[in-house]
């Protein structure tokens, strides 16, 4: 079946300007996470829904950030005046949201600000 | 504060030879140590998941051992492919289903 889906799968902006990443999730699964990478690093935790709602956001870096799931399936993560600091691949993952159910995620979103 | 350390941070090693990495944790409480497989330029995919009553768990040539007490686990991979050439990252999910992700370590596999 089809797995995450992360669009666009690269993207260049300008600093300042604003950009929407965007996941489709596998159906069904009611969990889905936003994760930061930068080089070499492991993913750096950014906001977790459950369903619709945002049940942790505390790893926003700031208000520039925010993202959003209405229907509970396709999540967006909105970046306004993007700073050259946020240049890095944008991972969603989504699972059934058991404590034991493994993640999947998509292929990322790499974000370029020059 | 949660972390989860790796090591080595990278390593090489040829191809048919078999290796270990480490991962130490201080997340607490704990619920489950997971190990994923990240391949350049795409999204991690899991490989195994242990609870804190397993101490050994394994997925073909792959074998993640946890010791609950000491908060410490390792993956074996054992007669390594070419395909093996990846980041290898130890995730640790507390009680609220927080995950807490370590940096992985790069395992080179040269012909």
């Known amino acids: 079946g089809a797995g995450v889906s992360q669009t666009p799968s690269n993207k260049v902006t300008e600093k300042g300007k604003y950009v929407e990443l965007r996941c489709d999730p596998i159906?069904?699964?009611?969990?889905l996470y936003w994760y930061r990478q930068s080089l070499g690093q492991g993913p750096e935790f950014l906001i977790y829904?459950?369903?619709?709602?945002?049940?942790?956001d505390s790893g926003l870096p700031n208000d520039r950030f925010f993202a959003v799931r209405p229907e509970g399936s396709v999540s967006t993560l909105k970046i306004q005046r993007t700073e050259r600091g946020d240049s890095a691949v944008y991972l969603c993952?989504?699972?059934?949201?058991?404590?034991?159910?493994?993640?999947?995620f998509g292929n990322g979103t790499r974000l370029t600000v020059t | 504060k949660n972390q989860v350390e790796q090591s080595p941070q990278s390593l090489i090693i040829l191809e048919g030879k078999n290796c270990t990495l480490q991962?130490?944790?201080?997340?607490?409480?704990?619920?489950?140590l997971r190990w994923y497989k990240q391949d350049t330029g795409r999204g991690p995919v899991s490989l195994t998941i242990m609870t804190f009553s397993e101490n050994t768990k394994s997925n073909g040539r792959y074998t993640a051992t946890l010791d609950a007490d000491t908060k410490q686990s390792s993956l074996h991979i054992t007669a390594s492919q070419l395909s093996d050439s990846a980041s290898y990252i130890c995730v640790v999910n507390n009680a609220g289903n927080m995950l807490t992700f370590g940096g992985g370590t790069r395992l080179m596999v040269k012909p």
């Open positions: 991962c130490n944790y201080t997340v607490s409480p704990f619920s489950n």
């Open positions: 829904f459950q369903g619709t709602g945002a049940a942790d």
């Open positions: 159906s069904g699964h009611t969990a």
């Open positions: 993952a989504s699972s059934l949201g058991g404590q034991n159910s493994p993640l999947h």
